[in-house]
């Protein structure tokens, strides 16, 4: 119950929602809406109760007039298994929605035209999420497999690359499909500002990952996972090589041969709290 409590306590509703409402109200569609809603709901729910379970750090749940989005406050850094449940947990809670669904319906208890529906708009929202953009579960999947063999910033860049294509290509399917559909030109429209402000954003969305990683809480890194880097390489080039779920000892090398070894830790150290922006690796070898 406390759990549960914290979580509503998160929720935010967005104030055009609540002019979808009252429109609804006025055009008789009200039925459609709160179903919608109900969906959207339990899904985004899904999400933030996975998260709670790993004890993650719940920003808030958002319920807009055509989705939701749970945010958390977590930067990339959490084991990439925690990540994928609570990631799919959300599509999952619509397996159980339609399977009560079902029960109703074959036990009579609801008609054949609100089962449809209902049915109907699980499928559209669960198949839409999964869709290979972000920030959709689709999208965010597909980060964390390339997170699996790409270093952060790679598999982000790549991961907005891959959207926007598939957005792309969903558009101009829309548009020869069904180009008078406005409601999904207003997802799209907001899909492509998402994608836009994530991909202006990479940076300092790497730099969190970042700090997250040195000041944060220190989650167990499952791989061991050494980098080769030169001693003409600088710091920052070194750090843009540093993956989610691994823990990095710095090997380098001069003329192919070992000179020395760093922890991740040490130049994390050097280009946070010592402000050695633009340090080589080598200056950090002969300072530690």
Not at 63 to 83: C, I, S, T, Y
Request: aromatic share 14%; charged share 15%; glycine share 4%.
């Amino acid at each position: 119950m406390t759990r549960a409590k914290y979580l509503l306590q998160h929720i935010h509703i967005h104030p055009l929602l609540w002019i979808v409402i009252a429109l609804s109200i006025a055009t008789a569609h009200f039925l459609e809406v709160c179903f919608l809603l109900t969906i959207i709901f339990i899904h985004e729910m899904g999400h933030a109760a996975a998260a709670s379970f790993f004890s993650w750090r719940i920003k808030k749940i958002t319920l807009l007039p055509f989705g939701g989005v749970a945010e958390m406050d977590e930067h990339g850094n959490r084991p990439l298994k925690e990540e994928a449940i609570v990631v799919i947990a959300g599509p999952l809670q619509h397996i159980w929605m339609m399977g009560m669904a079902y029960g109703l319906y074959s036990l009579n208890l609801i008609p054949e035209t609100l089962f449809t529906l209902f049915i109907n708009y699980n499928l559209m929202i669960l198949v839409f999420n999964l869709f290979p953009v972000w920030p959709l579960d689709g999208g965010k999947l597909i980060f964390l497999l390339l997170s699996l063999q790409k270093s952060f910033p790679e598999a982000h860049r790549l991961t907005l690359i891959i959207s926007f294509f598939s957005l792309s290509v969903f558009s101009l399917l829309i548009l020869l499909t069904a180009p008078a559909h406005l409601n999904v030109w207003v997802v799209i429209a907001f899909l492509y500002f998402s994608l836009y402000h994530e991909w202006k954003q990479r940076r300092f969305i790497f730099m969190r990952f970042l700090l997250e990683r040195y000041y944060g809480k220190k989650a167990d890194l499952g791989q061991l996972k050494p980098i080769q880097a030169n001693e003409q390489d600088l710091l920052i080039h070194v750090l843009e090589k540093f993956q989610r779920g691994c823990k990095h000892p710095i090997i380098i090398e001069s003329n192919g041969k070992e000179k020395g070894m760093l922890d991740e830790n040490e130049l994390l150290h050097a280009y946070f709290s010592e402000k050695r922006l633009t340090d080589k690796i080598s200056d950090l070898l002969f300072s530690y």
